[in-house]
């Protein structure tokens, strides 16, 4: 399907990489896609689409495919910002939270070790306030870092998380159960309601 894809930019015969495509909740009618910039310090990218027309996809505020010089994240218009920076070479998700009324951003992290800079694997979430992204795409804002270490350090030797993606469609009415609970619970990115009591001390 992705072979027919036509990238609506002066090279449209560039396709992007890495890609994670979503519904732009506070905006109906629109498609958002993360991707790989291409650029010198590999950042993520976001591009739209009108869901009529899904597989036309144009770079978000008028950006284009970097040219030979490979500019950084700032120089890119359709870059968002400096969570977006680095290690794109997986999923790039940008999604809309409608509980949180805001976009999460889920990319692919690095966490150094005494061994090498980026040894071990893991996720980094990003919040935007929202509603409207494209315009001030750059104020994403890192709320989370995290690796799997349950079992101590020494589990990056068995498994790591490389990559995410992102579902709204429950496969069971178990899960719609679960993921109803789960709703019910804010996630690190959204911001607590004003009529929230105040948390409790331990």
């Not at 899904?54 to 030979?68: C, D, E, I, K």
């Not at 800079?117 to 306030?129: C, D, K, S, T, Y």
């Not at 750059?138 to 998380?161: C, I, M, P, S």
Request: hydrophobic share 35%.
């Amino acid at each position: 399907r992705w072979a027919r894809l036509r990238w609506l930019a002066p090279t449209a015969a560039w396709l992007p990489k890495h890609v994670c495509v979503s519904r732009d909740g506070a905006h109906g009618g629109r498609l958002l896609m993360g991707y790989h910039c291409a650029n010198k310090d590999e950042s993520v990218c976001v591009a739209t689409a009108r869901e009529d027309r899904p597989l036309l996809w144009a770079p978000a505020n008028n950006g284009s495919r970097p040219g030979g010089a490979k500019p950084s994240c700032r120089d890119l218009p359709h870059c968002c910002g400096r969570p977006c920076t680095g290690h794109a070479d997986a999923y790039n998700c940008v999604r809309y939270d409608p509980a949180a009324r805001a976009f999460v951003l889920a990319k692919r992290a690095s966490f150094g070790t005494k061994r090498h800079w980026r040894e071990i694997r893991g996720v980094l979430v990003a919040r935007h306030p929202g509603p409207d992204l494209l315009p001030r795409l750059r104020e994403f804002r890192t709320v989370a870092r995290w690796y799997l270490d349950r079992e101590g350090k020494a589990e990056r030797h068995q498994r790591q998380v490389y990559a995410t993606g992102i579902s709204d469609l429950p496969t069971s009415t178990a899960e719609t159960a679960a993921d109803g609970a789960r709703a019910q619970r804010p996630a690190p990115w959204q911001a607590p309601r004003r009529d929230s009591p105040p948390p409790k001390g331990r």
